[in-house]
C-alpha cells in the first residue's frame, strides 16, 4: 500500500498541448501561480517568487527530476513550505509526477503525490495551523465550479 | 460514478494508505483495530487468542504508543491501553488539503490548456 495523493483528470487538448503546459517554465507559472526564472532542467533546482494572492512573500523552489517528452514530467519539492523562517532543505520532500496519456478525447493527466510517510509530525501540525475558514471556503467554491463545469 | 463519489472512493483509499504506513505491521495492525471497538483493554485480554506471546503484544503496543495511536493508563497494577485516533486523523487531514490544493491548481492547468 502506498501514502500517496492521485488526481486523475481527462483534458480536452492535444497531448503536445497539455506538455508544454507543464514544462514551459512560463506557461507552468501562470497556472501554478509562480512567477519561475529560468527553463526546467532535469537535477536542476526551478525557483520564483509565489504569485498567488496573500502568499507573494513566498519563495517557491522544486527539483526537478524528469522530463521525458509528452509522458512524464515529475520534480520534487516541500509541500506547505509556508514559514520563510523555516529550514525545509534537511526534510525529505515529497515526489510529485505528471503521466500523461493519449485519449479519443484528448489526454488523460494522472498526478500523484507521493513521501508523506517521511515528513516529520510537527510539520503536519504546521499544515493544519496555516489553514483558516476563508481558505476552506474558497476551496469548496472552486470544487463546486468544477464539478457544475 | 459521479466526481463526488470517486473523491469519496478516493479519499477511502488514502485513508486506508495511511493507517497501514502509520501501523505497517499485520499484529499492529490488529490491535488498533481491537482498540478502536470500544473500552481499553488490558494486555491479557489483548492477546486472548493470539498466537504470539503477551511479551511480542506488549512490545508492539509501545510502538504504537510512541506514534501516539495508543494510550497506556494505570489501573492498580494493571496497565489499560486505550485507543487515540487523533495521530491518524490528522494526518489524513494534512492530506486532505494537499488534495484539495491539487484540485484548485489542475482546474487552472485545465482551464489553460482547453481554452
Not at chain 1, 111 to 119: A, C, N, Q, R, V
Request: net charge neutral; proline share 5%; aromatic share 8%.
Amino acid at each position: 500500500m502506498q501514502n500517496e495523493i492521485e488526481k486523475r483528470l481527462e483534458l480536452k487538448a492535444p497531448v503536445a498541448r497539455v506538455w508544454r503546459a507543464l514544462t514551459d517554465h512560463r506557461e507552468f507559472g501562470s497556472w501554478f501561480r509562480v512567477n519561475i526564472e529560468s527553463p526546467f532542467v532535469p537535477g536542476q533546482m526551478a525557483q520564483g517568487q509565489i504569485t498567488y494572492p496573500g502568499y507573494e512573500h513566498l519563495r517557491w523552489q522544486a527539483v526537478i527530476q524528469k522530463m521525458e517528452p509528452e509522458r512524464l514530467f515529475s520534480f520534487t519539492w516541500h509541500p506547505y513550505a509556508v514559514d520563510p523562517k523555516h529550514d525545509y532543505s534537511h526534510e525529505t520532500p515529497t515526489l510529485v509526477q505528471f503521466r500523461l496519456e493519449e485519449t479519443a478525447t484528448g489526454t488523460l493527466l494522472v498526478l500523484t503525490e507521493s513521501g508523506f510517510d517521511k515528513l516529520p509530525d510537527e510539520r503536519r501540525a504546521d499544515a493544519l495551523r496555516m489553514n483558516d475558514g476563508g481558505w476552506t471556503e474558497q476551496m469548496k467554491n472552486i470544487e463546486r465550479h468544477v464539478a457544475a463545469g | 460514478m459521479s466526481r463526488l463519489a470517486s473523491e469519496a472512493a478516493a479519499a477511502k483509499r488514502r485513508q486506508h494508505a495511511v493507517v497501514c504506513a502509520a501501523l505497517g505491521d499485520e499484529t499492529r495492525l490488529s490491535l488498533v483495530a481491537a482498540l478502536a471497538a470500544g473500552e481499553p483493554r488490558s494486555i491479557v485480554e489483548l492477546s486472548g487468542g493470539a498466537k504470539i506471546t503477551r511479551q511480542a503484544i506488549t512490545k508492539h503496543l509501545r510502538v504504537l504508543e510512541q506514534a501516539g495511536i495508543v494510550h497506556c493508563l494505570r489501573a492498580g497494577r494493571h496497565s489499560l491501553f486505550r485507543f487515540d485516533p487523533a495521530p491518524m486523523h490528522e494526518l489524513e487531514d494534512y492530506l486532505r488539503r494537499v488534495s484539495e490544493q491539487w484540485d484548485e491548481v489542475l482546474a487552472r492547468l485545465k482551464s489553460l490548456v482547453e481554452g
